[in-house]
T-cell receptor, first 111, second 115 residues
Framework: KNEVEQSPQNLTAQEGEFITINCSYSVGISALHWLQQHPGGGIVSLFMLSSGKKKHGRLIATINIQEKHSSLHITASHPRDSAVYICAVRYYGGSQGNLIFGKGTKLSVKP | DSGVTQTPKHLITATGQRVTLRCSPRSGDLSVYWYQQSLDQGLQFLIQYYNGEERAKGNILERFSAQQFPDLHSELNLSSLELGDSALYFC??????????????FGQGTRLTVV
């Protein structure tokens, strides 16, 4: 069964802390996405990765293809980073557009 | 603003009814994807259209159908609605039809409540 596991499920941090959210998947993938869902419900695509590392502002995403693992890091966290972060993958052999989603990590950053 | 527009934002309807959700993709994007987010199942892929044709199907119920029109906007039709169909429905778009390996742009979602 193709699964995407995220940890932790919930995370509370103090403003300024360095945050790491993890994502593991079970078989070979062609791409991995990190998504951010705000309390209002809207989804924003943060990164799409197939190898290596990407950085955008205070956000860094890495992927280790051999270990089937990705991490999303937030440096100098801020209350506006509070959201649900969702990992999604497209497995090799999956139908086009068929993303498998993790259950999300709910992040709350306290001032 | 992702450039993907979904209407309506909220919809409340009764069991047994039929509703239509609409999605306008980003300018130039040929692919539209529909997803359902429910409390118990999380986000699930429903269906993809590329340039007017169905390209891929996920966990879409037979009571649900979709289409993409010549102007590339898409509609998701949900019929014989049940309480369990209450969810957030998202549409996303991308330039290519060759899977979501290109960046995806999501709409703000339509929150459907079936009472």
């Amino acid at each position: 069964k193709n699964e995407v596991e995220q940890s932790p499920q919930n995370l509370t941090a103090q403003e300024g802390e360095f945050i790491t959210i993890n994502c593991s998947y079970s078989v070979g993938i062609s791409a991995l996405h990190w998504l951010q869902q705000h309390p209002g419900g809207g989804i924003v695509s943060l990164f799409m990765l197939s190898s290596g590392k990407k950085k955008h502002g205070r956000l860094i995403a890495t992927i280790n293809i051999q270990e089937k693992h990705s991490s999303l890091h937030i440096t100098a966290s801020h209350p506006r980073d509070s959201a649900v972060y969702i990992c999604a993958v497209r497995y090799y052999g999956g139908s086009q557009g068929n993303l498998i989603f993790g259950k999300g990590t709910k992040l709350s950053v306290k001032p | 603003d992702s450039g993907v527009t979904q209407t309506p934002k909220h919809l409340i309807t009764a069991t047994g009814q039929r509703v239509t959700l609409r999605c306008s993709p980003r300018s130039g994007d040929l692919s539209v994807y529909w997803y359902q987010q429910s409390l118990d199942q999380g986000l699930q892929f429903l269906i993809q259209y590329y340039n007017g044709e169905e390209r891929a199907k996920g966990n879409i119920l037979e009571r649900f159908s979709a289409q993409q029109f010549p102007d590339l906007h898409s509609e998701l039709n949900l019929s014989s609605l049940e309480l369990g169909d209450s969810a957030l429905y998202f549409c996303a778009s991308s330039v290519t039809g060759t899977a979501l390996n290109t960046e995806a742009f999501f709409g703000q979602g339509t929150r459907l409540t079936v009472v």
